[in-house]
């Protein structure tokens, strides 16, 4: 009886194999090959797609030298932050108010489901459809955007070469600054939903006791939310601050749909994922170079999140786990 349960239970880590099979080969196909097949091309002066056994010179660390004096990386790398603080600071602090709006029990909101699947709805878009969309609302010169703002007299004063002054219509996407809001502004559309619902979850999370033991003591919602709700959301804060500064480290499709495929205007609009693409596969094929810009990439990415989230933890938390450590090697 003994082995016959053995059995059936070997039986059945089999078939647990055999079912993990299909994920093991996807992820060696698309994530460990491509990642190792990257780390190796970053040390070779490759041009195009050779495999691991192509034709290449290893170069060591050259193309990293060139990545740490490279000006046009660290002004993709500048964009990037740009537009990735413009859109994350009122992301998140509209998220708040909407998150804390939504989950006050005492505001006896009616539709909030509703509310909820409407605010999530943007996320759910491509975003070569969001892009597309967009880029035709504020075309020139008869774009939406462009006839609202002529229909009430509004209109771009351009001083020619000869001192003629006219006017005509918006040039949205020729104008730097345009440009970076209409790509933070999508961007912060897209996802702000996401991290509605991500604070909601922070927020049901909270001991119910909490807020109702505030209740009685008489505090309102302005000392509720300052004393309790925030305090008690900082993880989730900390969470959604690190994982939006990585996936904004990765932002490639809307400026690179927005304008001419390599971040115009005056390349101002050219983020670090849109460098890499354009050496890799426009003009040079420099797969080489474009392989060590993803390792710095990583590399920033990396560095980043650890100051964060060390910068960010609670210190007091710290200092207790720390005091109970030391007491338990005192008791020893």
């Known amino acids: 009886m003994k082995q016959k349960t053995i059995g059936n239970e070997t039986r059945v880590n089999r078939w647990g194999y055999f079912f993990v099979l299909p994920f093991v080969i996807v992820y060696f196909a698309f994530q460990f090959y491509p990642t190792l097949y990257t780390l190796a091309l970053a040390f070779t002066d490759s041009k195009g797609f050779t495999g691991l056994s192509g034709n290449y010179n290893f170069v060591g660390g050259k193309n990293f030298l060139r990545l740490v004096t490279d000006k046009y990386f660290w002004g993709a790398v500048e964009n990037t932050f740009v537009m990735w603080g413009w859109n994350f600071a009122p992301q998140l602090g509209v998220a708040l108010i909407l998150s804390i709006w939504l989950s006050d029990s005492r505001l006896k909101l009616k539709g909030r489901g509703f509310f909820r699947a409407v605010i999530y709805m943007p996320n759910l878009l491509t975003t070569a459809s969001v892009a597309l969309l967009f880029r035709s609302l504020f075309g020139y010169p008869v774009g939406p955007v462009n006839q609202f703002l002529q229909s009430l007299g509004i209109y771009a004063v351009i001083t020619r070469d000869d001192g003629t002054v006219v ?5 949205f996407f020729r104008s730097v600054a345009t440009s970076r809001g209409i790509v933070a502004f999508i961007q912060w559309w897209m996802w702000y939903g996401h991290t509605v619902i991500m604070l909601m979850a922070g927020i049901t999370s909270i001991n119910e006791s909490l807020f109702e033991s505030a209740l009685v003591d ?17 993880p989730m804060m900390l969470f959604i601050l690190v994982t939006s500064m990585i996936g904004g480290m990765q932002m490639l499709d809307i400026p690179f749909l927005l304008t001419d495929m390599r971040g115009a205007p005056d ?23 474009a392989a ?18 060390f910068g960010m933890q609670d210190r007091s938390e710290l200092k ?10 005192i008791a020893k």
């Not at 006017?167 to 040039?171: D, G, K, S, W």
């Not at 994922?273 to 170079?289: E, P, S």
């Not at 060590?292 to 989230?309: E, M, N």
């Not at 207790?320 to 090697?329: E, M, Q, V, Y």
Request: hydrophobic share 55%; charged share 15%; net charge positive.
């Open 320 to 329: 207790r786990a720390r005091a109970a450590k030391l007491a338990g090697r």
């Open 292 to 309: 060590a810009i993803c390792i710095g990439v990583f590399v920033i990415i990396f560095a980043l999140a650890l100051i964060i989230f």
């Open 218 to 234: 008489g505090a309102n919602s302005r000392q509720t939310t300052w004393y309790i709700t925030l305090p008690l959301l900082r």
């Open 267 to 289: 390349f101002k609009i050219r983020t670090t994922i849109v460098y890499m693409y354009n050496l890799a596969f426009q003009g040079v094929n420099d797969y080489a170079y």
């Open 167 to 171: 006017r005509e219509a918006f040039q």
